[in-house]
């Protein structure tokens, strides 16, 4: 089983709605999670970080945390197409060390089309 | 503005060549990390360092090898080059004990 799951895609949805991503995470200890956004041809970017349960909102992003069902989602309300890109899920773990700390676990990413 | 940059966006070389990628960042960050990212396999922790001379390995190092003679550069090395080390290369750094990661814009290496 892979350690963060996400949903390749493609998922469509039309500008306007709400677009729902969704992620789940295999290790109990996870305490970080973390939402990169990846245009084409360029390198991620962080747009959301949550670390309790429940949701966190931040414009027309929520992160949503769930630890006991290990899954971690973030929705977009009000796509636009410039929201059309890859969204990838990025999980802390606690090493049990400084260093190892310091690492992120990736998804593969959802790719996100946004159609107009 | 954080910027971390890298030495190349493509790069072209041959099987057995051995391959520097360089990468530097001006935030003056304590952890820097190299990761690659292929189609389907997502963004992959190759080697990280947490400071000057000092390395972790990753989940795939074998194949690479990195250096870090200054806080604010770090090199991974491909010591004989191989067609499965054809990918997309990027750089990241951070602030000790902090979250965000920012990365550098990547390397498309291809090995012939």
């Known amino acids: 089983q892979k350690e963060v799951e996400q949903n390749s895609g493609p998922l469509s949805v039309p500008e306007g709605a709400i677009a729902s991503l969704n992620c789940t995470y295999s290790?109990?200890?996870?305490?970080?999670f973390f939402w990169y956004r990846q245009y084409s041809g360029k390198s991620p970017e962080l747009i959301m970080s949550i670390y309790s349960n429940g949701d966190k909102e931040d414009g027309r992003f929520t992160a949503q945390l769930n630890k006991a069902s290990q899954y971690v989602s973030l929705l977009i309300r009000d796509s636009q197409p410039s929201d059309s890109a890859t969204y990838l899920c990025a999980v802390k773990v606690w090493g049990g060390s400084n260093f190892g700390n310091e690492k992120l676990t990736f998804g593969t990413g959802t790719r996100l089309t946004i159609i107009p | 503005d954080v910027k971390v940059t890298q030495s190349s966006r493509y790069l072209v070389k041959r099987t057995g060549e051995k391959v520097f990628l360089e990468c530097v960042q001006d935030m003056d960050h304590e952890n820097m990390f190299w990761y690659r990212q292929d189609p389907g396999l997502g963004l992959r922790l190759i080697y990280f360092s947490y400071d000057v001379k000092m390395k972790e390995k990753g989940d795939i190092p074998e194949g690479y090898s990195v250096s870090r003679e200054k806080k604010e550069r770090f090199s991974l090395i491909l010591e004989s080059a191989s067609t499965n080390q054809t990918s997309m290369y990027l750089c990241?750094?951070?602030?000790?004990?902090?979250?965000?990661?920012?990365f550098g814009p990547g390397t498309r290496l291809t090995v012939l």
């Open positions: 290790d109990r200890g996870s305490q970080s």
């Open positions: 990241a750094s951070s602030l000790s004990g902090a979250d965000t990661q920012y």
